[in-house]
C-alpha cells in the first residue's frame, strides 16, 4: 500500500498548549496537502480519568476549534469525536485479546498517570494504548504525527499489528510510523525543565495556551524559569542548560529557524533581551490562532456540523474494516 494516510488523535481533557500546538497540531496542518488526513478528538481516552459531564463536549469543540484556526481544512480532512464513531471501541476490544499484558506493563505513561495509586486506577487508564492502536489501525494509517510521549503507544500498536497479521495470516493491518518533528517533539514545562509541558500542571505558569492573550504570554515567559547566566554560545552549552534549551526549542519551532543560528544570534546576551524576542516569536504564532477560535466557537453548529460530516465519513471507512476484520477472524462469512 502506497497511499500515504495520517491519522492522529488529540483529547479534550484541558487547553490546548504550545507543546500540542508545535509537538502535533502544527504537523496536522503542515502535512495535510500530502496526506489523506484523518484527526480525531479521542472522548472516549478523555474519559480513563474523571471529565465533567457539562464541560465535555464543549472541550471537544474548543479542540475542533483550535485545529480550524490553526489551519486545518476541513473540507480536505476528516475531523470527528472518537466517541460518535462506536467501530473504535469495536476494534479496541478485538485488540484486547491480541496484545499481552506484559506489553501493557512496560507502558511508561500509565506508570505516570497512575502515579502511586495503580490500583486505584480505571481500567480504561491500562487499557488506553489498545484503544489509541484500534484508532489508528481502522484507518490504516501510514503515518501517525505525535510529540515524544507518545513513541512508546506507537510501537505497541506496531507490535499488536504485527501480532494480529501473524496469528491470522493476514496483512489486513498497516505498521504505523510515528511523524515526529525535532525540535519540538517534547516541550518543557515554563517551570521545571525536566518536566513535559502539560494541561494537567497544577502551575498555569508552566504553559501558553493557544488562546493566551499577548499579555498573559508576556508574564508567562519573563516568569519562566532560567538559570542566572547569560545566553549560551554554543549547543552543547545549551545542553546542559534544560531550562534555556527548551526555551530555544520554543523559539525555534515557532520561527522556523535552526538551533545554530539562534544560538550565534543571541550568544552572550542577557536572558532578559532573548526573552522578549521570544515572547514577540511566540505572539506571532498564538495571537492569530487565539482570535480565530474565539471567533469560531461563537458559531457553534457550524463546528458541531463538522463534527456530524466528519464521524459520518470516519464510519464508513471504519465500517469496513471490521466488516473484513470479522472474515478474517471467522465471525462472519
Ligand atoms: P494530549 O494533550 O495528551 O492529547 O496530546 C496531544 C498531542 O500533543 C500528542 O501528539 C502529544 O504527543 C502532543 N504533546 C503533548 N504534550 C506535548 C509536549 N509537551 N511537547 C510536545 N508534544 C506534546
Ligand atoms: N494518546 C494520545 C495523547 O494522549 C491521543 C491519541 C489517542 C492519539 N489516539 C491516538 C494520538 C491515535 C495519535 C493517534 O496524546
Known sequence: MSNKIIFSGVQPTGEIHIGNYLGAISQFVSNQDEYKSIFSIVDLHAI?????????????????????AS??????????????????????????????????????????KAGKNKENASIGLYTYPILMA????????????????????????????????????????????????????????????????????????SRILMTDSNDEITIKIKKAKTDSMNMPSSSEEAGNRPEIENLLNIYCACSGESKDIIIS??????????????TKVIISIVEPIAIKTKELLNDQDYLDNILKKGSDNARQIAKQKIKDLYKIIGMSE
Request: with cysteine; glycine share 4%.
Open 265 to 278: 544570534d543571541f550568544s552572550g546576551k542577557e536572558i532578559s533581551s532573548f526573552k522578549n524576542e521570544l
Open 71 to 112: 489551519g486545518i481544512d476541513p473540507t480536505k480532512n476528516i475531523i470527528f469525536n472518537q466517541s460518535q464513531v462506536a467501530e473504535h471501541t469495536q476494534l479496541a476490544w478485538i485488540l484486547n485479546c491480541t496484545a499481552r499484558v506484559g506489553w501493557l506493563n512496560r507502558m511508561t505513561q500509565f506508570k505516570d
Open 134 to 205: 484500534a484508532d489508528i489501525l481502522l484507518y490504516s494509517a501510514s503515518h501517525v504525527p505525535v510529540g515524544d510521549d507518545q513513541k512508546q503507544h506507537l510501537e505497541l500498536a506496531r507490535d499488536i499489528a504485527h501480532k494480529f497479521n501473524t496469528d491470522y495470516d493476514t496483512d489486513i493491518f498497516r505498521l504505523p510510523e510515528p511523524l515526529l518533528n525535532k525540535s519540538s517533539t517534547r516541550i518543557m514545562s515554563l517551570r521545571d525543565g525536566s518536566k513535559k509541558m502539560s494541561k494537567s500542571d497544577i502551575s498555569e505558569y
Open 48 to 68: 480513563t480519568i474523571p471529565q465533567n459531564p457539562k464541560e465535555l463536549l464543549n472541550r471537544t469543540r474548543q479542540v475542533l476549534a483550535i485545529f480550524l
